[in-house]
């Protein structure tokens, strides 16, 4: 079956950088896309960015364009998610979701990782 | 940005009651619309994409409607397993915005 299994919970310091993790299993890793998203407290869910999986095309949300990096490692089907500069508005639960082609369309999520950004 | 509202907010229901929620979007995303169910500690589940296909192994009582801006996700007959929230997604463009969310529990 399909599981996309993140890295676990993170506090992190304004002004550092975090990484989470995000194995996928049950399918062709490269037959698919990674996206990232987030959901702080009491918020909507907010798209961050994608990566091919096949090729390592990224595209980011314009909100996080310059601290947001995106890679993968096919070998390893997982995909990595780096955000820098944090600030305590970063504080939320990350989420790592497949998507099939150009359809947009999040059909498996990671249990998510919460991130706290706390001095 | 694509700017995407739910309506209500919240609302309360016995179970077997037949619940409707609203999503619009400020401009036309045609029929680029998913529906999601999300409960506390859990990762959000894909339940009606391209505003009306039910995704395989969703139960029937589940369906969506709409086109252009308005859309509507409706439980023909409420069950325990579906009190959470509800939120509505936009995959016509870049940020692939969501709405509120809609959260439905018991009265």
């Known amino acids: 079956q399909v599981q996309l299994v993140q890295s676990g919970a993170e506090v992190a310091k304004p002004g550092a950088s975090m990484r989470v993790s995000c194995k996928a299993s049950g399918y062709i890793f490269t037959d698919y896309s990674i996206h990232w998203l987030r959901q702080a407290p009491g918020q909507r869910p907010e798209w961050m960015g994608w990566i091919n999986a096949a090729n390592g095309f990224t595209k980011f949300s314009q909100k996080f364009h310059g601290r947001v990096t995106i890679t993968r490692d096919t070998s390893a089907t997982t995909a990595y998610m780096e955000l820098s500069s944090l600030r305590s508005e970063d504080t939320a639960i990350y989420y790592c979701?497949?998507?099939?082609?150009?359809?947009?369309?999040?059909?498996?999520w990671g249990q998510g990782t919460l991130v706290t950004v706390s001095s | 940005d694509i700017q995407m509202t739910q309506s209500p907010s919240s609302l309360s229901a016995f179970v077997g009651d037949r619940v409707t929620v609203i999503c619009r979007a400020s401009q036309s995303i045609s029929g680029f619309l998913n529906w999601y169910q999300h409960k506390p500690g859990k990762a959000p589940t894909l339940l009606i994409y391209g505003a009306s296909n039910l995704r395989s192994g969703v139960p029937s009582r589940f369906s969506g409607s709409g086109s252009e801006t308005n859309f509507t996700l409706s439980i023909s007959s409420l069950q325990p397993d579906d009190f959470a929230t509800y939120f509505c997604q936009q995959s016509h463009s870049a940020p692939f915005d969501f709405g509120p969310g809609t959260k439905v529990d018991f009265k």
């Open positions: 979701a497949r998507v099939f082609s150009s359809t947009y369309v999040f059909d498996y």
